[in-house]
């Protein structure tokens, strides 16, 4: 048979290079920091003494992001460091519009200086940077361009994610990472550790500037996870990982903090990010048709017939049964309104013991199906759209991995499905499954995955998953979804 691999269309080679300045960000504090307790908005805003500041809402949030990481590494700086106090940084902090620079062709007099705009002016438009030449941090504010557009659909808490990023950087650069002549990726990824050690103490109500905000966690990652790279057109081309990859670093830094981010053994790690490996599946954008998602027959050698996912669920889990003696019925998949047992009365996907069958509607399942976020800029003037709505097919390919996970619950251990345990563990089967069919290049496995769909299923992780339309919550968050899903994917069906 020939291979199915699903995906979303890729993106263009300018998005591309606008999160790699986006994700080369930040550094550590400088500046008096302003220290404050209470509820979201109690701490007084920050003054940093921002080269170009004004009084917009994105500078304001910007500089209350930056004191309480600053605030943050202060603390776990020398627990990495034998003890050594945090050096601040040396350059300064600049703002600029870079919609103005586009259309003049120019930089202020005042931002000038910073060097890595002396070296290459418009590389900050629709970025925010760290920039290793002088040790400073700028951004382009802009309301029309892309940090200020992402916090005005995402939330504050994605600006202090971005820049807990940043400031990942420049704890590497202080503590010689950048020496070692490492891969993009690697040190991007430890900067995305660092980013949830601070997000740790965020979710807990210790960052000042954002305390009472934590149920808008979940908003942020799916900002950060629209921030991802493009699909690579080659293997060089690869940088700061997909969105994935970049989502599995936060949640180890969550779970496992500072000292881990910056341990000896984090670049020992795999990464998923690669190029589409067909022109084929680049041409049809790595997404099956919809029609064929929803297609629970086999795939036939000639492209006719069923899409694959179903069959391969079957074989995967007919397999794992078989690994610890126990029996597989296979589940069906049938259309209806709403599922014989929903999880709420809105459902319309789900899966039912009784029938051993996942349920799904036609028109719920076209929602899951054209469900990825993703951006557009306008190449004259760096304005960003945030479009909606893309095709992922594997983001409806995951709900029904999800509903065969709990078929799994239910055949072969007999445990409750209607409950936040339910839920997790079949989002670790989901992630445990992924990583099976998560192969590259060309081979003999007759479904695996095209580059782009962990980024589908870690969105519908986030959105669909929990919704009321779906599963519902039960208890759980995005970010409790994210985490289970990495922890199946990362370590197998044994850890779940």
């Known amino acids: 048979m020939p291979e199915v691999r699903m995906g979303p269309r890729p993106l263009s080679r300018a998005r591309s290079l606008v999160v790699l300045c986006l994700t080369l960000v930040l550094t550590a504090g400088c500046a008096q920091v302003v220290d404050g307790t209470g509820t979201a908005g109690s701490a007084a805003d920050a003054k940093l003494g921002v080269i170009g500041v004004t009084d917009s809402d994105f500078d304001r949030v910007t500089q209350n992001a930056l004191a309480d990481v600053t605030a943050f590494w202060k603390q776990q700086y020398p627990r990495i460091a034998n003890g050594k106090a945090l050096p601040p940084l040396t350059g300064g902090l600049y703002s ?11 930089v202020p007099s005042e931002v000038a200086k910073e060097e890595c705009v002396q070296k290459q ?83 807990k109500g210790q960052a000042p500037h954002f305390r009472g905000m ?16 493009s ?74 017939g069923g899409g694959g996912l179903q069959p391969d669920l079957t074989r995967f ?36 013991p009784d029938d051993n069958t996942v349920y799904y509607s036609s028109a719920f399942a076209r929602t899951a199906y054209y469900s990825l976020p993703d951006i557009a800029i306008d190449q004259q003037t760096g304005n960003v759209r945030l479009l909606v709505n893309q095709p992922a097919d594997f983001a409806l390919g995951t709900l029904f991995a999800v509903g065969w996970g709990l078929a799994v619950r239910h055949q072969l251990f007999k445990r409750s499905l209607d409950d ?19 192969v590259e290049g060309n081979n003999s496995r007759p479904f695996t ?9 870690s969105s519908a992780m986030l959105t669909l998953v929990g919704s009321n339309q779906a599963f519902g919550a039960r208890g759980t968050t995005g970010l409790d979804r994210i985490q289970a899903f990495v922890k199946g994917y990362g370590g197998g069906l044994s850890v779940c």
């Open 317 to 352: 889990w007919k397999a794992a049964a078989k690994s610890i003696n126990k029996s597989w019925t296979d589940v069906r998949i049938a259309e209806a309104a709403h599922p014989k047992c929903g999880a709420t009365s809105t459902s319309e996907f789900g899966y039912c």
């Open 420 to 438: 936040r345990a339910a839920l997790l563990a079949a989002a670790c089967y989901t992630g445990a499954y992924a990583k099976d069919i998560n």
């Open 121 to 203: 002016p418009k590389f900050i438009v629709d970025n925010g940077a760290y920039c290793r030449l002088d040790d400073s941090i700028i951004w382009d504010r802009s309301p029309e361009h892309l940090l200020p557009q992402l916090q005005k659909k995402y939330g504050d808490l994605l600006v202090a994610l971005i820049f807990a990023h940043e400031f990942g950087h420049a704890i590497s650069q202080r503590r010689g990472v950048f020496d070692r002549n490492l891969p993009t990726i690697d040190t991007e990824s430890q900067a995305d550790c660092a980013a949830g050690a601070f997000a740790a103490t965020l979710l």
């Open 449 to 457: 995955l095209s580059p782009p769909d962990l980024d589908e299923a």
């Open 96 to 106: 600029v519009d870079g919609l103005q620079l586009l259309a003049t062709g120019q």
């Open 231 to 304: 699909t690579p057109a080659d293997p060089s081309d690869i940088s700061h990982g997909n969105g994935f990859d970049r989502l599995s670093a936060i949640a180890e830094g969550i779970d496992k903090g500072a000292t881990y981010c910056y341990s000896s053994g984090y670049f020992d790690r795999t990464f998923t990010e690669r190029p589409f490996a067909t022109d084929a599946d680049l041409a049809q954008n790595g997404n099956e048709p919809l029609q064929q998602v929803l297609d629970a027959s086999p795939s036939n050698a000639d492209g006719t």
């Open 214 to 229: 934590q149920n808008q966690f979940d908003r942020a990652l799916e900002g950060f996870l629209n921030a991802r790279d």
